[in-house]
């Protein structure tokens, strides 16, 4: 119904950047509340960054507030997550998900959403 596919991990050295896309195809997305997460090896999925529809409400993960910045193109069905100031510990999966509901109050849990890609690997060396 709604596919997602996240693009733009690596390899890069702490201190540099990375800006990740997640395209979406199906359908229309313009309405979603769209999400990013990450997963480090051994532990849970973490929320990192939500958007609303309009794209003028966002909220970021305290690790990644004032690093990372997400924003969506609703024309192109993409949203981006630019990453700054990298460090190790920002080494995970980092998905992409979608969730039907445009003001959903549980952007930070990961059942709340609908659609997941399958995830790219960034790595941040020290």
Do not use: H
Request: proline share 2%; hydrophobic share 35%; aromatic share 14%.
């Amino acid at each position: 119904q709604v596919q997602l596919v996240e693009s733009g991990g690596g390899l890069v050295q702490a201190g540099g950047s990375l800006r990740l896309s997640c395209a979406a195809s199906g359908r229309t997305f313009s309405s979603y509340t769209m999400g990013w997460f990450r997963q480090a090896p051994g532990k849970e999925r973490k929320f990192v960054a939500a958007i609303r529809w309009s794209g003028g409400t966002t909220f970021y993960a305290d690790s990644v507030k004032g690093r990372f910045t997400i924003s969506r193109d609703n024309a192109k069905n993409t949203v981006y997550l630019v990453m700054n100031s990298l460090k190790p510990e920002d080494t995970a999966v980092y998905y992409c998900a979608a969730d039907p509901d445009s003001y959903s109050s549980y952007y930070r849990l990961g059942v709340a959403y609908d659609y997941w890609g399958q995830g790219t690997q960034v790595t941040v060396s020290s």
